[in-house]
Nanobody, 119 residues
Framework: QVQLVESGGGLVQPGGSLRLSCAVSGLSLNYYTIGWFRQAPGKEREVVSC????????YYADSLKGRFTISKDNAKNTVSLQMNGLTPEDTAVYYC????????????WGQGTRVTVSS
């Protein structure tokens, strides 16, 4: 059974940082691209970042480049998303995903973790 469990969300002030983690079980990071998506209130879900089967194969949404960094630990089967310079516009529920063929049409989803950026 495939499970993706996110953690690390919470309330942070503008300009602050958070590190999200996704614990993956039931599939191997050697064969799946793991992604982070987010859905803000009243908006569609959008891709944030993905990391492929190799650490150097990463994707970031243009608006987030330079602030967010995705990484993975194959031994622990975890993927992390380091988020810096957070703004209220980053407020959303963040979802971890797993995609066998790419980044944008995941086969599996986590339950999400809420990030709120507010003073």
């Amino acid at each position: 059974q495939v499970q993706l469990v996110e953690s690390g969300g919470g309330l942070v002030q503008p300009g602050g940082s958070l590190r999200l983690s996704c614990a993956v079980s039931g599939l191997s990071l050697n064969y799946y691209t793991i992604g982070w998506f987010r859905q803000a209130p009243g908006k569609e879900r959008e891709v944030v970042s993905c990391i492929g089967t190799t650490d150097t194969n990463t994707y970031y949404a243009d608006s987030l480049k330079g602030r967010f960094t995705i990484s993975k630990d194959n031994a622990k089967n975890t993927v992390s998303l380091q988020m810096n310079g957070l703004t209220p516009e980053d407020t959303a529920v963040y979802y971890c995903s797993a995609d066998r063929l790419g980044c944008f049409e995941p086969d599996y989803w986590g339950q999400g973790t809420r990030v709120t950026v507010s003073s």
